[in-house]
């Protein structure tokens, strides 16, 4: 069974940074684009960034650009988002997930970032 487990999430102050890991198990994703999605409370969940199946392009919402920074491991079948410059607005339940979305959603990791 396909599984993605999503951490390094935490309460961290304006300004500050937290690295975000997926792990994939159950199949490898080595030829999948991979992305990140954040859902803020009583909003719609949304795209953060993508990363192609080799890591050679890479694509940000303007929200995060300049700031995140995606990329993979796939002998270790792992997703990473480096989150630097954290505001409030970044405060959500961030989830990995191919770029189709096409997995069952894990249990996300909650990053909460104080003013």
């Known amino acids: 069974q396909v599984q993605l487990v999503e951490s390094g999430g935490g309460l961290v102050q304006a300004g500050g940074s937290l690295s975000l890991s997926c792990a994939a198990s159950g199949r490898t994703f080595s030829n999948s684009a991979m992305a990140w999605f954040r859902q803020a409370p009583g909003k719609e969940r949304e795209f953060v960034a993508v990363?192609?199946?080799?890591?050679?392009?890479?694509m940000y919402a303007d929200s995060v650009k300049g700031r995140f920074t995606i990329s993979r491991d796939n002998a270790k079948n792992t997703v990473y988002l480096q989150m630097n410059s954290l505001n409030p607005e970044d405060t959500a339940v961030y989830y990995c997930?191919?770029?189709?979305?096409?997995?069952?959603w894990g249990q996300g990791t909650q990053v909460t970032v104080s003013s």
């Open positions: 997930n191919t770029n189709i979305q096409d997995l069952r």
């Open positions: 990363i192609n199946w080799s890591g050679s392009y890479k």
